[in-house]
């Protein structure tokens, strides 16, 4: 398969010719031969790259989650951030783009409404709408295919960086298909060109697809980590180490006071498919816990097709609260320039989950309630 920039190189990247240009990308912005797209724009014949943007990480994808990244440079061409200290950084201001005839959108997405790069896509359309210069999203293909939809509705008022407007946690959309629904939905009046993937089909997962892996984010290692993300970025919006400073983020999940046996048998106990909890310790060097022992688990999928990632990490979420007693604590502090809200509502989407785990309701009952959600989005989504 190719993904939107294999399919432009291949036309010579004719609709950028005698343009100028601003690239939005970061490192897994490559083609099938790993060049990156600020190469292969720069050398493009009649193309003119006039600026680069890099979104959360920074264009080179040094930085860890949170960190707000400065204006740089790469070569000749000013970097312009698309994350830096305050809320307002996370769009192209006016005068970033004036002058640029197009910006190009090639970011690698996870598949999960809370990786922010779809985020800074949606931002980046508002943007190019407000200033008047069309956008060029060059697809690319979902991590975790496109077939399967899972997780809550994003309820008004809960809006943030980690979840912009309402799609489904985990969503089942490229880039592209994205773009198009945002702009029905949000941004008519932006100018929009999808370049699609040629050759996806919707049931791979990125294994399937021949492409080389490239981490698109610090802690995002690996394809396993993608598939469990869905879920397991749940555990950022509680005091447990869901993994970061290992090198295993995501797939492990623990605090010093948790006894790993028990939080796997518990967890074994539970109706979820697809997957297998061992029982771990590992000690991150960075974030939560660095330098100190957890006792936790590592979730090994069994069975991708039949794995619930959302309502595993709910489950995780119920258990280990119930475990921990008053140790446990959701994430208070400022996240993703939003204060006035707990991470894991923003999370979520709303606070009912929140609230409803607090209550001791059971997770499978929470997650019941997600089944109406997710036929609505299968439907709005139907065209995909």
């Given amino acids: 398969m190719r993904t939107g920039l294999d399919v432009l190189r291949d036309a010579a990247f004719a609709p950028l010719r005698g343009r100028r240009v601003g690239l939005v990308c970061h490192p897994a912005s490559v083609d099938s031969y790993l060049r990156h797209a600020a190469d292969l724009l720069a050398a493009a014949p009649g193309v003119e790259l006039a600026a680069l943007f890099g979104p959360e990480h920074g ?4 930085a860890q989650d949170l960190i707000g990244v400065g204006h740089s440079a790469a070569g000749a061409l000013r970097v312009h951030s698309l994350y830096g200290s305050s809320v307002e950084s996370l769009k192209p ?7 640029l005839d197009v910006l190009v959108i090639d970011l690698q997405d996870i598949g999960a409404r809370y990786y922010t790069f779809q985020a800074t896509m949606l931002y980046c359309l508002e943007a190019c709408a407000g200033s008047r210069v ?3 999203v060059l697809d690319r293909p979902n991590p975790l295919g496109g077939v399967a939809v899972e997780g809550p509705a994003l309820r008004a008022g809960f809006e943030s960086f980690v979840g912009p407007h309402h799609v489904a946690t985990r969503h089942g959309l490229t880039m592209g298909e994205l773009a198009r629904f945002y702009q029905r939905q949000r941004v008519p009046n ?10 996806w089909a ?5 294994d399937r697809t021949g492409l080389p892996w490239v981490m698109p984010s610090p802690n995002m290692p690996t394809l396993d980590t993608a598939v469990v993300y869905p879920g397991m970025c749940l555990i950022e919006g509680t005091n447990l180490s869901e993994g970061r400073g290992t090198t295993r983020p995501f ?3 623990g605090a010093p006071w948790l006894d790993p046996r028990e939080l796997a048998r518990r967890l074994e106990a539970e109706p979820l498919p697809g997957v297998t909890f061992r029982p771990a310790w590992f000690r991150p060097t960075f974030q939560k816990f660095a330098g100190q022992d957890c006792g936790g688990v590592q979730l090994h999928v069994t069975d991708r097709e039949s794995f619930l990632p959302v309502r595993t990490g709910l489950a995780v979420l119920a258990v280990t609260r119930d475990l921990s007693g008053t140790r446990f604590a959701w994430r208070t502090e400022e996240y993703e320039f939003v204060r006035d809200r707990p991470a894991i509502d923003l999370l979520f989407g709303s606070d009912r989950e929140r609230l409803a785990l607090e209550a001791g309701v059971p ?5 019941a309630a997600w089944q109406a959600e997710e036929a609505a989005f299968r439907a709005a989504r139907r065209d995909w």
């Fill in 251 to 253: 797939e492990l999940v």
């Fill in 134 to 136: 069309r956008a060029l």
């Fill in 363 to 367: 997770w499978t009952e929470i997650a």
């Fill in 59 to 62: 264009f080179a994808g040094t």
């Fill in 202 to 206: 919707r049931e791979w997962y990125f």
């Fill in 93 to 99: 201001t006016a005068e970033q783009l004036r002058g």
């Fill in 190 to 199: 932006v100018e929009l060109e999808v370049i699609a993937c040629d050759g």
